[in-house]
């Protein structure tokens, strides 16, 4: 029998703030430990949080982006739990009232298997809240102990949970791969996952259709979307193999472990989740005015989904494209920096970015931040295949040449004489004499043989150095040939 | 609402407070005293009012989003009580 899949996801992302959420103390990655560590972040008696201006902004912008709604009046609760690596004795995060309500983002979602079609999927956002970061448990030697550094203690987070939408991991995947477009498009975090600037936390049960839901696990602390592909695909197995071999599901807080591939329950107290929430008295309720959003509306670049569509309806590219290219705002400002005005030539210009860039890309190991290739400079080149003056094998060597040694389009052309032979007088000319001395070759082609029209094309090519124009050749051998 | 005395050792072990069965006693009575206070004022007719979360009607005052504090690391790890490599040292925590 059919087993139902269910997910929901809760993601942790660090916001771009120059500074903590509560003090002014640096949040820059990689300093020497507890040098960026307060008197704040190390909770010294005395000290009083004052909210960050900058982390307010980017939960704003959050919301409008999600088409949220923003709550004019949100407060934040003390969350309570020892552990050294947040001095406190507690977090300060939000609860009933958090400063993102409902929303919802629409993903595409291509499945992992079979020829099953990608398909358009609106996942509901129950809420996104603001809360400060933990700092770091060092397990190494340090006899018996365990090392504390303070740094990343009160880093801003965005904590955005999601409804229980998703029915695969391919599905949880999409959203999750969505919503890391989407903060870095609009310049909340960098979203850089090695450095855990975005967390996904992975809540799955499984159930047969039409029952209730079933009891969740929630898989912690996923940073890279491989893993949590491979980790809500075992994770599935082995809830469906404890309930098929008359086991039960118990609710659960586990790991993945990309070693093994496998996950398992981390060993909790009883009283872990006894989190006691109350207002944080430190912290007077955060209010948001209607003008502050609207400000906040006015510096929102445009959105992926909007700039899909506009892809696919104005410039008649196709949902795929549309997707590939609007995957990083990088990537969609390289593409319409490079097409300019030509709109004619969306599609050439996509599939040169989707295919040449980013494969060299790949090659090299960079990202398109790092494209040796300015879009003007490949924008120069797609004007010169669409105005005839170079064929594609042409472009291409012209499109190696500015990748190694840089340089404009006409001047490689010029440089190297990749200039395509357009003059159907001297294509003729040179097709006749090709004619006249392959005569054997010509009368089987004549009598059937039609698969020689490609030696008759290679010679040409080679007659001409390559610089022919391949469609006006094509045409002219083929209605000599035909004699 | 009263709470029993396992209650008062659940709160106190949530809280890292180590008491014997004479404190629990003694903090037992003074915690219901404050829940018969919290009773007498839920009594009161609040409907039409709006819940406050704090007892000051003012709104959160935002700092500009600027380094204001400089690196005091050595002056905050004279006064811990052992410190290796810039890392504050803790009885071991394993997960």
Redesign the interface.
Same mark, same amino acid.
């Given at each position: 029998m059919q087993w139902e899949i269910v997910i929901g996801l809760e993601v942790h992302t660090q916001l771009s703030?120059?500074?903590k959420i509560f003090?002014?103390?640096?949040t820059a990655f990689g300093a020497?430990?507890?040098?960026?560590?307060?008197?704040?972040s190390?909770a010294?008696p005395g000290v009083l949080p004052?909210?960050?201006?900058?982390?307010?902004e980017r939960a704003i912008k959050f919301g409008l982006a999600t088409g949220s709604h923003i709550a004019n009046?949100s407060?934040f609760a003390r969350k309570?739990y020892?552990?050294?690596d947040l001095p406190k004795?507690y977090q300060i995060s939000q609860f009933d009232?958090p400063v993102v309500g409902q929303g919802a983002l629409t993903i595409q979602v291509e499945p992992l298997s079979g020829n099953a079609k990608p398909y358009e999927k609106t996942v509901r956002i129950t809420r996104a809240h603001l809360e400060e970061d933990a700092g770091k448990?060092?397990?190494g030697d340090?006899h018996?102990?365990?090392?504390?550094?303070?740094n990343r203690a009160g880093t801003p987070l965005l904590e955005i949970v999601s409804e229980p939408d998703m029915v695969s991991a391919a599905e949880a995947v999409a959203y999750a791969k969505a919503l890391h477009t989407l903060v870095r498009w609009i310049g909340i975090s960098d979203g850089n996952m090695q450095e855990g600037s975005f967390r996904c936390d992975v809540n799955v049960s499984v159930r047969k259709p039409g029952q209730p839901l079933g009891t969740r696990r929630e898989i912690k602390n996923l940073n890279s979307f491989k893993f949590m592909q491979q980790a809500i695909d075992y994770e599935v197995q082995w809830q469906i193999d404890t309930i098929e071999n008359g086991g039960k599901v118990h609710q659960a807080t586990i790991l993945f472990n990309p070693d093994t591939g496998e996950t398992r329950a981390?060993?909790s107290k009883e009283?872990a989740h006894?989190y006691?929430y109350f207002?944080d008295?430190d912290?007077?309720?955060?209010?948001i005015s209607p003008e502050w959003i609207e400000q906040m509306r006015a510096t929102l670049p445009e959105l992926p989904q909007a700039k899909q569509a506009r892809y696919v309806n104005d410039l008649g590219l196709s949902a795929y494209d549309a997707s590939v290219l609007t995957s990083s705002r990088e990537m969609a400002d390289f593409f319409e920096a490079a097409l300019g005005n030509a709109i004619g030539q969306a599609k050439i210009c996509a599939n040169w970015i989707i295919g040449e860039v980013s494969a060299q890309l790949n090659r090299d190991g960079l990202d398109m931040t790092q494209c040796p290739i300015t879009a003007q400079q490949l924008g120069g080149m797609l004007q010169r295949i669409a105005d005839n003056t170079i064929s594609n094998s042409g472009a291409k060597e012209v499109f190696r040449t500015m990748w190694a040694e840089g340089g404009e389009a006409d001047a490689i052309i010029e440089a190297k004489g990749l200039k395509q032979v357009s003059d159907s007088g001297a294509i003729e000319a040179l097709v006749d004499e090709i004619i006249a001395a392959n005569a054997d070759k010509v009368a089987e082609y004549r009598s059937g043989k039609d698969k020689l029209f490609g030696f008759f094309v290679g010679l040409a090519m080679k007659a001409s150095k390559g610089k022919a124009n391949p469609a006006q050749l094509n045409d002219i051998l083929k209605k000599k040939l035909e004699g | 609402m009263s709470l029993s005395s396992a209650d008062v050792e659940?709160v106190a072990?949530?809280a890292?407070l180590a008491m014997n069965d004479q404190e629990i006693q003694a903090a037992q009575a003074q915690l219901n005293n404050i829940f018969g206070l919290i009773a007498e004022m839920q009594a009161v007719d609040t409907k039409g009012i709006a819940p406050m979360?704090?007892? %000051?009607d003012?709104?959160?005052?935002?700092?500009?989003?600027? *380094?204001? =504090?400089p690196?005091?690391?050595a002056a905050?790890?004279a006064i811990a009580p %052992?410190v290796?490599?810039?890392?504050?040292?803790?009885?071991? *925590?394993? =997960?």
């Amino acid at each position: 029998m059919q087993w139902e899949i269910v997910i929901g996801l809760e993601v942790h992302t660090q916001l771009s703030t120059n500074t903590k959420i509560f003090s002014g103390a640096s949040t820059a990655f990689g300093a020497e430990p507890n040098t960026q560590a307060d008197a704040v972040s190390i909770a010294l008696p005395g000290v009083l949080p004052v909210l960050n201006k900058g982390a307010v902004e980017r939960a704003i912008k959050f919301g409008l982006a999600t088409g949220s709604h923003i709550a004019n009046r949100s407060v934040f609760a003390r969350k309570n739990y020892f552990y050294p690596d947040l001095p406190k004795g507690y977090q300060i995060s939000q609860f009933d009232l958090p400063v993102v309500g409902q929303g919802a983002l629409t993903i595409q979602v291509e499945p992992l298997s079979g020829n099953a079609k990608p398909y358009e999927k609106t996942v509901r956002i129950t809420r996104a809240h603001l809360e400060e970061d933990a700092g770091k448990s060092m397990h190494g030697d340090f006899h018996g102990m365990t090392g504390i550094d303070l740094n990343r203690a009160g880093t801003p987070l965005l904590e955005i949970v999601s409804e229980p939408d998703m029915v695969s991991a391919a599905e949880a995947v999409a959203y999750a791969k969505a919503l890391h477009t989407l903060v870095r498009w609009i310049g909340i975090s960098d979203g850089n996952m090695q450095e855990g600037s975005f967390r996904c936390d992975v809540n799955v049960s499984v159930r047969k259709p039409g029952q209730p839901l079933g009891t969740r696990r929630e898989i912690k602390n996923l940073n890279s979307f491989k893993f949590m592909q491979q980790a809500i695909d075992y994770e599935v197995q082995w809830q469906i193999d404890t309930i098929e071999n008359g086991g039960k599901v118990h609710q659960a807080t586990i790991l993945f472990n990309p070693d093994t591939g496998e996950t398992r329950a981390m060993r909790s107290k009883e009283d872990a989740h006894d989190y006691r929430y109350f207002p944080d008295p430190d912290l007077l309720p955060l209010e948001i005015s209607p003008e502050w959003i609207e400000q906040m509306r006015a510096t929102l670049p445009e959105l992926p989904q909007a700039k899909q569509a506009r892809y696919v309806n104005d410039l008649g590219l196709s949902a795929y494209d549309a997707s590939v290219l609007t995957s990083s705002r990088e990537m969609a400002d390289f593409f319409e920096a490079a097409l300019g005005n030509a709109i004619g030539q969306a599609k050439i210009c996509a599939n040169w970015i989707i295919g040449e860039v980013s494969a060299q890309l790949n090659r090299d190991g960079l990202d398109m931040t790092q494209c040796p290739i300015t879009a003007q400079q490949l924008g120069g080149m797609l004007q010169r295949i669409a105005d005839n003056t170079i064929s594609n094998s042409g472009a291409k060597e012209v499109f190696r040449t500015m990748w190694a040694e840089g340089g404009e389009a006409d001047a490689i052309i010029e440089a190297k004489g990749l200039k395509q032979v357009s003059d159907s007088g001297a294509i003729e000319a040179l097709v006749d004499e090709i004619i006249a001395a392959n005569a054997d070759k010509v009368a089987e082609y004549r009598s059937g043989k039609d698969k020689l029209f490609g030696f008759f094309v290679g010679l040409a090519m080679k007659a001409s150095k390559g610089k022919a124009n391949p469609a006006q050749l094509n045409d002219i051998l083929k209605k000599k040939l035909e004699g | 609402m009263s709470l029993s005395s396992a209650d008062v050792e659940k709160v106190a072990r949530l809280a890292r407070l180590a008491m014997n069965d004479q404190e629990i006693q003694a903090a037992q009575a003074q915690l219901n005293n404050i829940f018969g206070l919290i009773a007498e004022m839920q009594a009161v007719d609040t409907k039409g009012i709006a819940p406050m979360s704090h007892s %000051q009607d003012l709104a959160q005052r935002l700092r500009e989003d600027k *380094v204001t =504090e400089p690196d005091q690391r050595a002056a905050f790890q004279a006064i811990a009580p %052992q410190v290796e490599q810039g890392l504050y040292l803790v009885p071991q *925590v394993i =997960e």
